[in-house]
């Protein structure tokens, strides 16, 4: 199942980031990991539930093999071997988790396009200083999100970006509108 979590703001630390993350333990038991860059304010949390490469190496934050981006992943993407042959990505795990930020090295943004599976995704470019938050076209796993007065945090599960001091006050219009609709058109 594995959870991830993470922000970009100026007034959270590497503690609120633990706090975040830890809050989604039920999600990944088997490991932890976080990234925190404090001259940015980015933070990135993941908690690990081990399935398709179950060594260490696979652990995450996962990182591009020239250290360029940083990731964090929630899904599985079922044609990752098509997609490893595809881009010549020489991998030194098992795990779908390198192929995808190694295909995003390679292709940027666009390399989505080649993903079969489900995921919530965080890459964090650290040259350009530009977070990607990617979900797939389904919304099959789970990603919410917080932005106000430029501070923007994400998770799997809302209870663990409640571990932020964000405001908590329910839009009444677009509650309606996700009740009716199943979604919020704005």
Known sequence: ???IAGFISRNW???DL???TNRLTHRGPDAEGYF????????????RLSILD???LANQPF???????????NGEIYNYREVATKYNISAYTSSDTEVILEAFAKKGIDCLNDFNGMFSIAIWDQVDRKLWVIRDRFGVKPLV?????????FA????????????????TSSLQDYLFLEYIPS
Do not use: T
């Open 156 to 171: 799997s599960e809302l209870k663990a970006l409640l571990q932020l001091p964000v405001e908590r006050k329910i839009d």
């Open 1 to 3: 199942m594995c959870g």
């Open 36 to 47: 925190f860059d404090e001259s940015n304010g980015v933070g990135l949390g993941h908690r």
């Open 13 to 15: 630390s590497a503690k």
């Open 54 to 56: 179950l060594s260490d």
């Open 63 to 73: 990182y591009s093999h020239d250290r360029r981006y940083v990731m964090v992943f």
């Open 18 to 20: 633990k706090k975040v």
């Open 145 to 153: 999100y917080y932005y106000r007065n430029n501070d923007f945090a």
